[in-house]
């Protein structure tokens, strides 16, 4: 009690100030950190997502690569076509899908008639609001 008494009056009151000021300043950290891990997390989906995207479009791409130039003959220009899939039952890549197309354009070189083949896939993955998406691009001469 005499410690008390002998504290003068202007220091009375200001561990209460300190205290109430720790206290704001930790739940702003708080608050910071807890919005910082939300958006970690949805970068982390985001990128998953992304990963899949990429590889159903790398699917789409293989297929009509097999399509064009079949491992039995020349290649076969009729198979160059506008094609979508969805993945329905392949884990990893459900709700996951893809669209591809192919061009085709003739060139005439010193070492004779040449074909450019131009083939795009664009792979999408949608999971509630999340929609992803990634785009390959390849040029094949033959």
Known sequence: ??????MPLKQRGSM????????IVMS????????????????VVAEVYG????MAAH????????????????ADITQCDVTSKTFSNIPG??????SRSCGVKSYTMS????LLF?????GTCEVGEVKTSRTIKLEVID
């Not at 009690?1 to 002998?6: A, F, P, Q, R, Y």
């Not at 070492?111 to 040449?114: I, K, L």
């Open 1 to 6: 009690m005499k410690s008390i008494l002998l």
């Open 16 to 23: 209460l100030v300190m205290s109430v000021f720790i206290i």
């Open 28 to 43: 702003v950290m708080g608050l910071a950190m807890s919005s910082m891990l939300s958006n970690s997390a949805e970068a």
């Open 51 to 54: 990963l899949r995207a990429k």
């Open 59 to 74: 699917s789409g791409l293989e297929d009509q690569l097999l399509k064009v130039f079949p491992h039995t003959g020349p």
């Open 93 to 98: 890549l459900e709700n996951c899908g893809y």
């Open 111 to 114: 070492s004779g008639n040449r």
């Open 118 to 122: 131009t083939f795009s896939s664009t």
